[in-house]
């Protein structure tokens, strides 16, 4: 498995607050990274860097060996991430085209977005919503629509911001499920910030524990969540109380 993004020494300052310092972060084609740690810890920070969406104070990242940065990304590069939030964020429109505005900015054929907005409504089961108002859905599905609306980009990395946080129990594991299928057919790339070591355990293969704005312990997913050191153990074992 090769190494798609990387990162070294990053620092990242506000004012003279140190917020997040990362001296070395692979992350490997095809793997499901999750991100865990406290409120404040540096999470969505680490989130923005690595999909461009901030500049860090000092330090290199490198997508696939080339060094780009926020400044020097070209349209091409930032192509190949999407992004879903916690907040689906819907235009005042139909599921079908919240789906094809992606596409519709790429200037793609009419023919095009609608077998691909098409296709991707089928794989996460709201074809029957696709005339439906964006108003007018449920948590679960305007979730599955923010969803299909990043997947259909095709990108080669999705980053996941606590997309799962506002949904009931039964919706957050069907659409668990959906996606971690999703993932390994499509073999995307993805980095998932949570707070629940649920969904961690089900959707990821690799899971990075940040701290005080450091990465203090990372491995498989099963390794940290069963053998946290002493930093992490007391932070883990909070939520495996709790679960």
Not at 103 to 132: M, P, Y
Not at 166 to 173: E, G, S, V, Y
Not at 179 to 187: E, G, M, Q, V
């Amino acid at each position: 498995m090769s190494i798609l993004m990387r990162l070294e020494n990053i620092k990242y300052d506000v004012k003279d607050k140190r917020i997040l310092s990362i001296s070395s972060l692979c992350i490997q084609k095809g793997n499901i990274v999750g991100i865990m740690g406290p409120n404040g810890a540096g999470k969505s920070t680490l989130l923005k860097l690595l999909s461009f969406l901030d500049q860090p104070s000092s330090g290199n990242l490198f997508y696939e060996e080339r060094e780009i940065s926020m400044r020097t990304i070209t349209i091409e590069q930032r192509r190949k991430f999407a992004i879903a939030l916690q907040q689906s964020l819907l235009l005042n429109t139909t599921v079908f085209n919240n789906v094809a505005v992606g596409l519709k900015l790429r200037k793609e054929s009419k023919k095009v977005i609608k077998e691909k907005v098409s296709h991707w409504l089928d794989v996460f089961k709201i074809s029957h919503l696709a005339k439906k108002h964006a108003y007018h859905l449920s948590g679960g599905e305007a979730q599955r629509v923010n969803l299909a609306r990043a997947m259909v980009l095709q990108p080669k990395v999705l980053f996941l911001d606590e997309p799962f946080s506002a949904l009931d129990f039964p919706t957050k594991m069907k659409l668990l499920k959906d996606l971690k299928n999703i993932l390994k057919d499509t073999s995307t790339t993805t980095v998932f910030v949570s707070h629940d070591l649920m969904e961690i355990k089900y959707l990821t293969d690799e899971l990075l524990i940040v701290m005080d704005g450091e990465i203090k312990q990372s491995g498989t997913t099963k390794d940290v969540t069963h053998s946290p050191n002493r930093i992490t153990a007391p932070f883990l074992n909070e939520w495996n109380i709790t679960i």
